[in-house]
Nanobody, 119 residues
């Protein structure tokens, strides 16, 4: 069992910044990919950014140049720096991790953290 604990959401004005964190704990051998997804009211959950164990990154077109994903393998933590926020970024942001335990991969989700961009 793996737990993902997110923090850092909140209310911010347009143009502002936030930093989300997600720490993994529990039983696993390694963490392959970690990522952030978001879900706005009435919309499907979508990928925001992902990072592999080798630090390769992937971003949604809508956040390229504004958001930055990074990870600290020693702390089993993934971060998402959100800059130049716009109202369309308002959503619940979910952390995701693909972990390896013995010979299998398992997919886990955090509980979500609310990001609201409004003046």
């Amino acid at each position: 069992q793996v737990q993902l604990v997110e923090s850092g959401g909140g209310l911010v004005q347009p143009g502002g910044s936030l930093r989300l964190s997600c720490a993994a704990s529990g039983r696993y051998f390694s963490i392959n990919e970690m990522g952030w997804y978001r879900q706005a009211p009435g919309k499907q959950r979508e990928l925001v950014a992902a990072i592999t164990s080798g630090d390769s990154t992937n971003y949604a077109d809508s956040v390229k140049g504004r958001f930055t994903i990074s990870r600290d393998n020693a702390k089993n933590t993934v971060y998402l720096q959100l800059n130049s926020l716009i109202p369309e970024d308002t959503a619940v942001y979910y952390c995701n991790a693909v972990v390896v335990y013995y010979t299998r991969e398992y997919n886990y989700w955090g509980q979500g953290t609310q990001v609201t961009v409004s003046s």
